[in-house]
């Protein structure tokens, strides 16, 4: 009987089921797909969809699956992440988690129990006009700011003022992805606005317009402190080259607090590429 004490001993990593802890309620980017703004501009996004309508809307990048569960399937292991983590509200169900793996060249849109079936096919069609073009292309960036805007507009939005799912694509036509991913431009913070601006600039040196400027994150936020980065602004017509440092607030405690004990029955949509 000892041997058999230990063979179970042994086995019990395989059957034990392992997944990342969250670093806030809105997104969590283990892959580092996101420079520092892009991933404040989208918690700011999916912060406001919660305070507005209630959804909890979470964001999971991972460069694989593999070391946290190699045996299960995407959707699997995305429905036992969501409910892991519980995002929704635990009455009505209606949490969306999107989950993305960029080695393993994969994703999942996931739905709370709370959404019928028919909300799958509507999730379907997000992932493959919107996050898949991008991915397909090497621009993950594009792909998760856009594709979380077209879940928002297309499942969010309206399931939180009671709609059912469209009949077909054509009720949700091309424009109204366009107005979603316009304001996901809306919110992009001032500091992402004013290294834009910084091309009109004249060059201090050369006097010349044609300054570009880009910011590099050294340290990364966390709930319990600060990040840091450098902030490089250069001339293409001179040699002028300036370093500066910057500040990175620590993350919120409005961010970072828990999801509401929602679960999922296993519905919503994958995508490869």
């Known amino acids: 009987m000892r041997?058999?004490?230990?063979?179970?001993?042994?086995?019990?990593?395989?059957?034990?089921?392992?997944?990342?802890?969250y670093d806030r309620t809105t997104i969590t980017d283990r892959a580092d797909l996101l420079t520092d703004a892009q991933e404040t501009a989208l918690a700011v996004r999916l912060e406001g969809l919660r305070r507005d309508t209630g959804i909890e809307f979470a964001v999971l990048t991972l460069k694989s699956q593999a070391p946290y569960s190699a045996a299960q399937s995407l959707e699997d292991f995305a429905t036992g992440l969501f409910n892991h983590w519980g995002i929704g509200n635990a009455s009505r169900n209606d949490g969306?988690?999107?989950?993305?793996?960029?080695?393993?060249?994969?994703?999942?849109?996931?739905?709370?129990?709370?959404?019928?079936?028919?909300?799958?096919?509507?999730?379907q069609n997000v992932v493959n006009r919107t996050f898949l073009p991008a991915f397909e292309s090497g621009d993950y960036a594009t792909g998760i700011t856009d594709?979380?805007?077209?879940v928002i507009a297309s499942i969010a939005l309206p399931f939180s003022e009671g709609s059912e799912a469209p009949a077909s694509d054509a009720e949700f036509g091309p424009w109204m992805v366009f107005i979603a991913i316009l304001g996901s431009l809306m919110i992009t913070g001032r500091r992402s606005v004013g290294d834009f601006f910084t091309r009109f600039q004249r060059c201090p040196n050369c006097g010349n317009r044609g300054l570009s400027r880009k910011r590099k994150t050294l340290v990364k936020a966390t709930r319990n402190g600060q990040g840091s980065g450098e902030v490089t602004t250069r001339c293409s017509q001179c040699s002028y080259r300036?370093?500066?440092?910057?500040t990175i607030s620590r993350i919120?405690?409005?961010?970072?607090?828990g999801f509401s004990g929602g679960r999922s029955g296993g519905g919503g949509a994958s995508g490869r590429w």
Request: zero cysteines.
């Open 242 to 246: 300036d370093v500066r440092p910057y």
């Open 147 to 150: 594709g979380v805007e077209d």
């Open 3 to 21: 041997w058999i004490a230990v063979l179970l001993f042994l086995a019990t990593p395989v059957w034990a089921q392992v997944y990342p802890d």
């Open 252 to 257: 919120s405690s409005s961010s970072s607090s």
């Open 96 to 123: 969306i988690l999107v989950l993305v793996l960029s080695e393993d060249r994969a994703m999942r849109i996931e739905l709370g129990a709370g959404y019928a079936r028919d909300w799958d096919r509507v999730s």
